[in-house]
C-alpha cells in the first residue's frame, strides 16, 4: 500500500516558512554547501563515531557547549566541564532521533554561527577560532538579536546544550538537585 | 503484538493491514480516550490510532533527557513558526494527559455562557455538561489537593497571594497514591496518576475497543460529503514506516490535540469553504518570575502545582483580567533553558535554585493564532500575539513579581533578554515593559485550544454544536480543538467532558 496527497492540500512552502521569519536562515542554509569542511579536529574522544553530526559540525557544538555551560569559577575542579560530560556526544545522539527538518535547520544554525555570527561582533574569523571573550560576544549578540530566527535558534542551540550538561549527574551538586528518585525508598502522602 | 492491556505496538506490525470498522478514533489523549470508550460501550467495533507508543510507568525514568524526546511532540522542541512560542504537547498513549500536572478545573459558567451567546453553540451549556463532568471527575478521582500536599514553591504563592489579600485557592487533581515525588511533567513512575493511560484507555480497551500504538493517522478519507476512514502509516522507533494501514469507517473522530486534528484535516483537503480550519487557535501562553529566598524552597519535590490566584481572571471578553498564575517548577534542564544567559553568570544563577520560587502568569489569551501544514507535511504554528495580550502577560509578570516580594523574596528576576532584576516591590512601579514582545522573554504554551471551533453557523466555526463537521457527515472533533475560545485555566478536564458530552452523536452516526 501507498497513499499519495490528496487534490487541493494547502501546504506552507519551505521557502516561505523560512522567508517569513527574516530569511536569515536560508542565507545561512546556502552557506552549507560552501563551508569548509576540512580541518575540524574531532578529538581523541570520538573517533569517527559520530551518529549524526559532521566533524564540522560536532566542533562548533562543542565550542558552543563549552561557553555556554562554562563554570562560573573556573579553578573550581569539582564542576565538570562541558567536554567531562561530553555535551557534544549527547547532542549528536540527540539529534540523530530528531525530525530529518529539525536536523537541517539546526545544521544551518551551526554553518551560521560559524561563519557569519561572528560578523556580528566584528570578528573576522570562523566562531571556532575565536577566543572565549569574542565566542561569549557573538552568543550574546544572538541571544539579543533583533532577528527573532536568531534569538529563537539561539534558545534552542542553548537548550540542547543544557539538556547535554544537566543530564549529568555530576552537574546535580551545583545546583544541590538531588536527581531522580525511582529506585529510591521514598515517604509521603498517600 | 499486542501486551496484556491489549494495546496493539505498530512498530511490530509486519505487513499492510486493511481494517473495516464502525468507527476510527485519531489520537488517545483527553479527548480520545472518552469518544473510544463510549463508541465502544455502546457496542461498536472502534479502534484508535495513536501515533506515539505505549508507555507504562515502568518506562518514566524521571529524567528530562530521555523523557522530552519520549513523550512529547517533537522531543519538547514545538514551536511557534516565529520560534517565539515553545509549545509543549504530548505524544503517546494518554496524549498529554501522561505528562501534564493534573489539575482540574471545569469550564467555567461564563466561558460556557459566551460561547452559546456569542459563539453560537447550542446545548452545550452548564446544565447540559453537568452530569458528563461528575461522571468524568468520578471516574479520575478528582479531588481537593489536601493542603499537606502544598510544597514550599506553592505555599509561597498562598502566602504572597494572602498578603496581599489577594483572591486565591486550593486546587483540585486528579491523583490517588500519590508520594509527592515532584516529577509529574515527566510522568509518573508510582501510577499515581488517574489519567487517559491509566483509566479511560484500559475502561475503552475492557470494553472491546483496539488501540494501535506508534501508527501516525497521515489522511482522513471522505466521499460526496461522508467520511469514509482514514489511512495511516506504522513506523519504528527510528520513525521509518514498517506498514500501511487503510482503515474503512463510518465515524471518524479527530482527537489528535488543537495542532494534531487541524493539521491533519488541512492536510486531508477537507472542506473548508469559509477559511475556519485552523484558526482562531488560542495558546494560553505564559512566562515565569523567579524569586530568590533566604529559606529553602527546593521547588522540584512534591506535587508541583497545588495553589493558583485568580485575583487577575475573569472571563469577561476584551476584559482588563485575563491573567491566571500558578507555580512553575521546572527540574534543572528546564530552569537551565529558562534563565536568561549563558556561562558564567548563568551557573550562578543556577546555583540559587534550591532557594528559587517560580511562578507563572499564563494569558487567557485573544489572539487568533492559525495551524497551518509546513514542510514535510507538518504542522506549523503562526501566533503573533496582540497587544492587548502582551498588556495582560505584562501585568500578570508584575503581579507575579509583587506576589514573590510579597511573601518574602529578596530578589525577584524576570526571565527577559537581558533579564531584569529587582529587589523590592518598589521597583515594579517604574518598570518598563517593553521587554514582553516576541523574543523579550521565553514563552511557553501548554495549552493550545481552539482551530476547529464549534459551534452552529457553518460560516463562523468548523464543526457543529454536536462536534460534527458542517460538511462531512460522520467526521468528529472531540479534543481541545472544538473550543471557541481560551479557558484562561487547564483545559483537560473540560475536553473529557465535553468528549463525553458529544459522544452520543458519534454513536448515533456510526449507528445509522
Ligand atoms: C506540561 C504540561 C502540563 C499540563 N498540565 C495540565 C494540567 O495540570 N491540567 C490540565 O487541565 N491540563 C494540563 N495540560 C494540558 C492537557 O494535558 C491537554 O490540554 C489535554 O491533554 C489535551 O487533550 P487533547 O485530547 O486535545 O490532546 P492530547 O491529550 O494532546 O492528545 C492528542 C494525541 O493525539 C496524538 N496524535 C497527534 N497527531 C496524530 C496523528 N496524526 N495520528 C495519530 N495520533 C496523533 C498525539 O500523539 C497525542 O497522543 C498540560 C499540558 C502540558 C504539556
Ligand atoms: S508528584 Fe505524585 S503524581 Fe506527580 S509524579 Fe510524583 S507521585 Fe506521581
Redesign the interface.
Known sequence: ???S??????????RR?LL??GGVLLAAGGLVGAVRTGGYDLGPAHPGALRSLSAWQFVVVQALAR???????PNDES?PSADAVDVAG?VDA?VA??????RLDLVRLLSFIEHLAPLGVRAASRFTKLDGATQ?AV?SWL??NDQ??L???F??V??LV??????DPR??K?????????GRP????? | MSDASGIIRGRELRG?LKLDVDAVVVGTGAGGSVALRELARAGLRVIALEEGGHHTPAD??????QM??MLFQ??G?R?T????IRILQGRGVGGSTVHNTNLCKRTPDAILELWRQRYGVSGCGPTDLRAAFESIERDLSVSEI?A??RNANNDVLRLGTQALGWRGGQLKHNRV?????G?CELGC?YDAKRNALKVVVPQATAAGATVYSDVEV??VLYKQGRASGV?AIARAA??EPVA?L?VRAKVVVLAASAIGSASLA????LPDPFAQLGRNLRLHPGAVVAGRFERTING??GVPQSYECTEHLDYEEGSDKRVWIVPAFA???GT??TL?????????A??A??NLAVLSAMVHDETSGRV???????P?VTYDMTTADRVQLAKGLVACARILFAAGATEVTIAA??PITLRSAAELDGLSTAFVR??GL?ITAVHPMGSMRMGDDPRASVVSSTGEHHFVRGLFVSDGSLFPTSLGGPPQISIYAFAQHLSPHMIARARA
Request: charged share 20%.
Open positions: 500500500m501507498n497513499f496527497a490528496p487534490k487541493g492540500l494547502r501546504t506552507v512552502g519551505r516558512v517569513g521569519v561557553r555556554i555551560a562554562a563554570a562560573d569559577d564542576i549527547f540527540y532521533e530528531m525530525h530529518p527538518l529539525m561569549d552568543l541571544e539579543s527573532g530566527l534569538r529563537g535558534g534558545a534552542a542553548k537548550s543544557f539538556m547535554g550538561y544537566y543530564r552537574t546535580w551545583i545546583l544541590g538537585y538531588a536527581g531522580p528518585l525511582v521514598v515517604g509521603g502522602w498517600q | 499492510d518514566f525514568t524521571q529524567r528530562e533527557d522530552l524526546p517533537d522531543g522542541g514551536t513558526r516565529d520560534l517565539a489536601p499537606a500536599m497514591g500519590c508520594i509527592g515525588s516529577f513512575a497521515t489522511r489511512q527510528n520513525g500501511w487503510d488541512i492536510r486531508s483537503a522540584a519535590s527540574h534543572p534542564i537551565a533553558s536568561p544567559g549563558f556561562g558564567a553568570r548563568h551557573m550562578k543556577m546555583r535554585y534550591g497551518e501544514v509546513g514542510p514535510g507535511e507538518r506549523l533578554i537581558p516576541p523574543h521565553p
